[in-house]
């Protein structure tokens, strides 16, 4: 089947020119569409690709029968429904560093065109007036700017701001003390930074946190003739409350180019001010900041079409290539580990442990984890569990789950152990992976096994008394059914003794009903990997 990439937004023609290459694929650009047009489009696409124009809601992406991936060309995600998506198991993806020049140039000419009431007297001289007494303007020189959000495009900021010889007060939960230093910005609290400045830029995502971070009380708490800018996001700064302080004089200017819906309706309030400067989304509108994103955006769908690794997610951890390099390896192994513990379980858990141990245990974001749980629930969803949705296929079924990480493993060199409890009983599964043999379980339950982690397995726990594993194996063979491998363990004579078979086909369950009913027969199961 064609695989079809959807672009609903105008993205730069390098972009289409990368997904293009893409053996197979058809690239369909349908701008401007109208919601409904929209579900229709979705229906067949593979992949998705928008700015910041298309809304992907929670209804296009049940509509969208075969989407596995919506790439973002520009940073902010908030026009997709990135629950929905991960739900749904679509990799979200984005360009987060192509603009940032773009959009750090706009804040400093919006910054100095405020300070220097550029775009005010250029409508006056343009009107026919040559007003040089009334546009006189402020230096940036010996002025405090406030940044709100040291990221990438606040970063960027403040270096060109130190150039300009101002103040640069930096707030951001995640801005160390060295950084602040390392980049001559002061580190400041939210109040004490708007307090203190002269202007104000913010630059973080919109959030829960962050929306409305700009209210009519720390309005109230900055200094008079204040001047503000946003190329954020809409919603960062309460726009009702900052036409109101325009009006009162109470902030000298503000220029904003988002903002909280957009396109920006024709009677806002802040279309009645005279001090502002207001752009339609201008951030990250450069001819190189276009291309950069499309193409970055591009190339990684083609990565994600191809089933290659990529590096902009945004619903699922970032790996670093060496991280991604280390991890391969024990993917097999932690899935074919969860798969083997879902058909264990018969049951629901509530608790699962997942604990790593001596070469699995380097920090990976969760991924294997996500991996475990992926042959856990896949079990029962089969194709629809995945590496972006595998954790809310957990918290869906209450399950929590607790990662351990041991920098030794009990007796081998890399371990992964699943532990966890249903009504029917606890369980354990460990596995481990030989460079020369691959993935094998190597404990079940509390005894020592030693089998490759694959085919068709029948496990039991009973009695340690003479006679089990024949019957067992009279009772298979009745069946036509033929054993491969045989693993036994126990830990004491006349105790409670485990067998781990591989067999030559699926138990039917008649079957596995006839040895559990067996005298001395405490548990059986059918595990197919
Ligand atoms: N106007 C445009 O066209 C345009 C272009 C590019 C980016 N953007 C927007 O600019 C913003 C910043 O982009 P970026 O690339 O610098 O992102 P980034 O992720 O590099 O930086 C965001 C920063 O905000 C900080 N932050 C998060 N919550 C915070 C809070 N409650 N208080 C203080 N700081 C907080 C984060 O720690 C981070 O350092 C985003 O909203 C992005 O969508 C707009
Ligand atoms: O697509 C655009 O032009 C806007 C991009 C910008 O808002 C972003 O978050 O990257």
Redesign the pocket.
Known sequence: MTTKILVTDDISSAGIDVLSTLPDATVDVQTGLSPSELLVAIADADALVVR?QTTVTEQVIAAAKRLKVIGRA???V?NIDLEAATRRGILVINA??G??I??AE?TFAMMISLARHIPAANRDLLAGNWNRKKWVGVELRGKTLAI????????EVAKRAKVFGMTVLG?????TEDRAQSLGVQKSD?DSAIRAADFITV?????K??HH?IDAGKIAMMKEGVRIIN???GGIIDERALADALRLGKVAGAAI??FESEPLALDHPLRQCENVILTP?????TVEAQENVAIQVAEEIVQVLRDDTFEHAVNLPSLSPRQKERLAPYLALAEQLGLFAAQLAQGAPSQMTVTYAGDAADPDGGYLTRTVLKGFFGFQYSGEVNYVNALRYAEDAGLRVQEVRESRGRVYTNEISISFATDAGSHRVSGTLYSESGPRIVELDGYPIDMPIEGILVYTRHEDKPGMIGRIGTLLGDAQINIAGMQVGRRETGGEAVMLLTVDKSVPNNVIDEIASHDGIRMVRAIEL
């Not at 709100?148 to 970063?155: A, E, N, P, S, V």
Request: include cysteine; proline fraction near 7%.
């Open positions: 910041s520009g940073v902010g908030d987060p560093d603009n940032t773009a959009a706009h709100l959000g040291m990221g990438r495009i606040g970063t707030y951001d939960p995640f801005l939210l630059h973080t995502p919109l959030t946190e962050t971070m190329c954020a996001r180019d988002v989304h201008l951030g990250a509108s």
